[in-house]
């Protein structure tokens, strides 16, 4: 029968492989907006989002999927940033500990309280050493840091907390009381701090509730009959911008090729690391950029899982990096590195990094063995970091600031505001920032603030594990049973309970390669959130991939239902799993073993 099954047969071998995008087509429509973002990280949404609750005219473009780049390969925190103290980021820390008490309260589907524990092995290490770093922001030698400074540390930490504060305070414990919790640290550990901070398990799901409440913004108000192209809020995936010609910012389609240009008012380059090459294709080439790439690792390690005790274990190696271990669901991610990124080179996780993360498990649990056989998937990504020249990147600040530059784009002057760093914790606040500065040039109020605002599936998010049994219970039906329905209230959030309505509308099949995958589902995905490609589904709209769970079969049962829907023939098939199966092996480290010849 083939690899399309019954689906797809109608496709004839020479169509298009791919169906008309709406979205893309909504732009082409009306080639213009007040705003056009570029760059469909979290930040270039988080704008978005701003925008579209202010009533901005605005469009945004991403050349690759959401989240694709920096935003989906983090390290799954939002934390307010200890390390920075040292040195002297008050502000960014400020911020920082209250965005992150803020998106625990506006996206608890996706942001949780995670408790963090450093193992601490000296009492006075690293007091030469900080001062220096303090007044400098990048000399002094890496050095592990001592209970002392780990101390006065936590305790402004705390201080920063103290308005809103959603968790505890710190509290440090001898080495007695600490192997009682953590029996696995080593026999010469002297102390351990506890604190919290928080992680965001889905970050790519995360960034689309953004996304989709800003597109929903964008239709408030307006008339039911309004067409795609009429919405104030019009994104797309897979439309990169190339170059900037008479008539305004050229947009290539990456799936077709089609191109069209477009203009806008003022143009937001969210892009990240490639900040300065995106302001290179419109034509001002800037030095902005100066980005460090950061490792990871994940784990099926049931022992270094019982190991964490359901907390992290956040600490400097004995060079002084800062590294963590921490348990998400029943896998462990390690990370991170810190090295200056080639920006030539594709970002992925090498031997030596793994190597490092393997000597680090040992430094923190000397009787927990871990081999590459237990690596279930691996990621690297380049943080969008400001300019360092011999600042080591690890002193780098992570705070951000926004450079602007006016160009003459199809006859007119046009604002170009660029984006310098940012990070996940920091988003909703550095999105307002952009949005104000934007607004300012628009001559336009702010009309609403986001800090409150429930992001998509966090409004009305169960509050406690009792609530969520509950919310499970009242939601399994013949259509979804209890299991399915945890899996949907993980992925959506209250947002499954939409996604449920959609699956009771018709036949729905679960998946034989995976019980949280089904048909209908997937032309959920594809109707609503922007399918460019298989590998889409995987990584970014579940985490099958992050969880070392992509089969063949899957693979091939995913592809061949994304056939009917897109209307992909069996070359085009074939070609998505191939595609798959490579950027799984080249940026991942997963071998699939494809059913293709």
Known sequence: MGLLGNAGKNNSADQNPTVVRAKVEALKERPRASVLIIGGGIN???????????????????????CQGASGA??????????????????????????RNGLLKIAPHYVKPLQTTIPIFSTFSGILSAPMRFLTHKQGKPQERGAFLIKIGLTLYDAFSRDGGTVPRHDFKGRKKALAELPQLPSNLKYAATYYDASVHN?????????QD???????GAAQSVTAADAKARATNYLSATAVTDDGVELTDQLTGETFTFKADVIVNTTGAWVDMTNSVMGAATQFMGGTKGSHIVLDHPGLLAACNGREIFFEHTDGRIVLIYPMGDRVLVGTTDVNADMTQDAVCTEDEIDYFFDLVGHVFPNVLVTRDEIVYSFAGVRPLPRHDATAPGFVSRDYRIERADRTIAGASVPVLSLVGGKWTTFRALSEHMTNDVLAILGTPRKT??????????????????????????????????????????RYGTRAETVMAYLSEGKDTVFDSTNELSDRE???????????????????????????????????????VLAGLLGWNEAKVEQEIRHSVDILARFHGVQVQSLIA
């Open 44 to 66: 270039g949404v988080g704008t978005f989002r701003d925008l579209a609750l202010q009533g901005v005219d605005v469009a945004l473009v991403e050349r690759g999927d959401y």
């Open 74 to 99: 983090s390290s799954h925190m939002i934390h307010g940033g200890i390390r920075y103290l040292e040195n002297g980021e008050f502000r960014l820390v400020k911020e920082s500990v209250v965005e």
């Open 214 to 220: 800003g597109e929903k913004a964008g239709l408030a």
């Open 522 to 560: 997937v032309a959920f995905m594809v109707e609503n959130e922007q399918i460019g490609h298989l590998i889409d589904v995987m990584i970014r709209r579940t985490s099958l991939a992050f969880r070392g769970l992509v089969t063949s079969e899957l693979l091939a049962e995913t592809a061949a």
């Open 449 to 490: 603030s986001t800090a409150k605002l429930p992001i998509g599936g966090g409004v009305n998010f169960p509050a406690t594990n009792a609530g969520i049994e509950a919310w499970i219970s009242s939601h399994t039906s013949g259509t979804v049973d209890a299991a399915r329905a945890g899996v949907l209230l993980t």
């Open 203 to 211: 970050p790519e799901r995360l960034t689309l509730d953004v996304l």
